[in-house]
């Protein structure tokens, strides 16, 4: 059995350091009709910003599971695999997908473009796979029709949503110039 690196090591406590922040931002939740306004999102998109892909994409599973077995980590301290299947758990799986997908959208134009525009690629990755996975089971779930479920489900958040997505962005140019990650 090989010996785990220094830098395997790091990124598995800095990924599970993320499971444990997004669990705590779910705390910070106000209500807004079947999906509540929470910090998590800020936290995605941060872990997809400075992450690679499986640690972006494991951070966020590590929370999601940790859920889906009883701990109290979702909005409104709930737990269980009924959130996970109810109407909200569509975006605790593009939660899951869109870290993984907008850190190698990141990675993939790093080299190409410049880190910002990088960046904001990564956001409406982050932030469209959410929305999408999220409308379509909350369409589902509830019986909503898809114009009434993105009324309620994607658009009131779409602004708060690009404010957190800015937010993740500038701190995760201090990581990267304080060489924290």
Known sequence: MQPVSRSRTRMLVVSALFAALIAASAFVAL??????????????????LVLPPAASAGAVGIYVLAGAVGVPVFAGARAGLAVLFGPTGGFLFGFTAGAWLGSAVRIALKGHVASPVADVAAILTVLGVT???GWMQLSLVTGMGGAQALAVGVLPFVLF???????????????????LV
Request: aromatic fraction near 4%.
């Open 31 to 48: 209500p807004v009709g079947e999906v509540p306004f929470t910090l998590q999102t800020l936290l995605v998109v941060l872990a997809a």
């Open 161 to 179: 949503d690009a404010l957190k997505g800015a937010g993740a962005a500038l701190v995760a140019g201090a990581l990267r110039r304080a060489q």
């Open 131 to 133: 929305y999408l996975l």
